[in-house]
């Protein structure tokens, strides 16, 4: 019913910038909000950001406040992820949701996200 597709990752230095794009089709009026995710090598899928329909609210891990910024143009169906300061610790796999209740904007645990994209490779080198 949604389908979710991430671009945008891509090789930087420590201290540059990216930004990540999550394009949603299909049934794009059941979705309340988006959260970008991440995974490294051996590890969980770690949440970083959610945004709400109308992009009113939003909710960031504590480890990326201050340089990443959530945001979303409706007309483009496209949420993005604008990644400062990256470091190395952010290198990962990184994945869009869709939560068609929005209650990830309070607890972004996974099981609240219904529809999840492929991911798409950020690597930061030192």
């Known amino acids: 019913q949604v389908q979710l597709v991430e671009s945008g990752g891509g090789l930087v230095q420590a201290g540059g910038s990216l930004r990540l794009s999550c394009a949603a089709s299909?049934?794009?009026?059941?979705?309340?909000?988006v959260g970008w995710f991440r995974q490294a090598p051996g590890k969980e899928r770690e949440f970083r950001a959610a945004?709400?329909?109308?992009?009113?609210?939003?909710n960031y891990a504590n480890s990326v406040k201050g340089r990443f910024t959530i945001s979303r143009d409706n007309a483009k169906n496209t949420v993005y992820l604008q990644m400062n300061s990256l470091s190395p610790e952010d290198t990962a796999v990184y994945y869009c949701?869709?939560?068609?209740?929005?209650?990830?904007?309070?607890?972004?645990?996974?099981?609240?996200?219904?529809?999840w994209g492929q991911g798409t490779q950020v690597t930061v080198s030192s």
């Open positions: 299909g049934r794009t009026s059941s979705i309340f909000a």
């Open positions: 945004i709400s329909r109308s992009g009113g609210v939003t």
């Open positions: 949701a869709a939560d068609p209740n929005g209650r990830s904007l309070y607890n972004p645990a996974q099981f609240e996200f219904s529809y």
